[in-house]
């Protein structure tokens, strides 16, 4: 007869630690990205020009939001990618979405600025 040990719960990862550092990434990734439409269809074309300030300033400050939301995004890609997460497909089409989104406003932004 056979004796299989079975797995011991100190050494076997959790799904959640190893689920846990793919999820911030994809949680940063977002934020940022989030953080910068709040910043160029909220704050910079309402807010900031109903209280006289910050005209121009949305192009340069876009490129600089854009390029490190991008980042993030392909941070978030191979994490989840390593990981062998359950959704890495889904999360990975979502991200190349967002990053093919941020680099056409990118290029509108950097039109302005030139």
Known sequence: MAVTAAADPDTTPSAAAVDGPAERVFSTS?????????????????????AGIASGVGSGVGLAIGAVAIVFNVLSIRRFQRTRHRYRWLITALNAGIIVLLCALMVIDLSDVL
């Open 30 to 50: 977002v934020v940022v990205s989030g953080v910068r439409c709040f910043l160029f269809y909220v704050l910079f074309p309402w807010l900031l020009p109903a």
